[in-house]
Nanobody, 122 residues
Framework: QVQLVESGGGLVQAGGSLRLSCVAS??????TGWFRQAPGSEREFVAG????????IYSDSVKGRFIISRDHAKNTVYLQMNSLKPEDTAVYYC?????????????????WGQGTQVTVSS
């Protein structure tokens, strides 16, 4: 069993930055993804990273602004969010895939954190 705990959310002005953290308890070698869900919207893929950190993927909406990375020593995956926009406002979740390949759909993820709120003011 793997448990995930996100942190780092908060309120920031447009153009600002935040760094989210996702700490995992328990061992897994499968990819980790960040998702977000705004009120009234479906949960959407934001970014993903494979186990060794050598491959990352991003949604078009955050490409060039967000950076996903991982620190094995701390069992933590980060999401550095720069140039934030009001449309980035959402609850952000990290999740671990149920299969070895990097996927972008929620159905392919087995373990989920409780989420952390990010609010970007205009």
């Amino acid at each position: 069993q793997v448990q995930l705990v996100e942190s780092g959310g908060g309120l920031v002005q447009a153009g600002g930055s935040l760094r989210l953290s996702c700490v995992a308890s328990g061992r897994t070698t499968f990819p980790t993804g960040w998702f977000r869900q705004a009120p009234g919207s479906e949960r959407e893929f934001v970014a993903g990273i494979n186990w060794n950190g050598g491959k990352t993927i991003y949604s078009d909406s955050v490409k060039g602004r967000f950076i996903i990375s991982r620190d094995h020593a701390k069992n933590t995956v980060y999401l550095q969010m720069n140039s934030l926009k009001p449309e980035d406002t959402a609850v952000y979740y990290c999740a671990i895939s149920r299969i070895p390949t990097q996927e972008v759909t929620t159905e392919q993820y087995k373990y989920w954190g409780q989420g952390t709120q990010v609010t970007v003011s205009s």
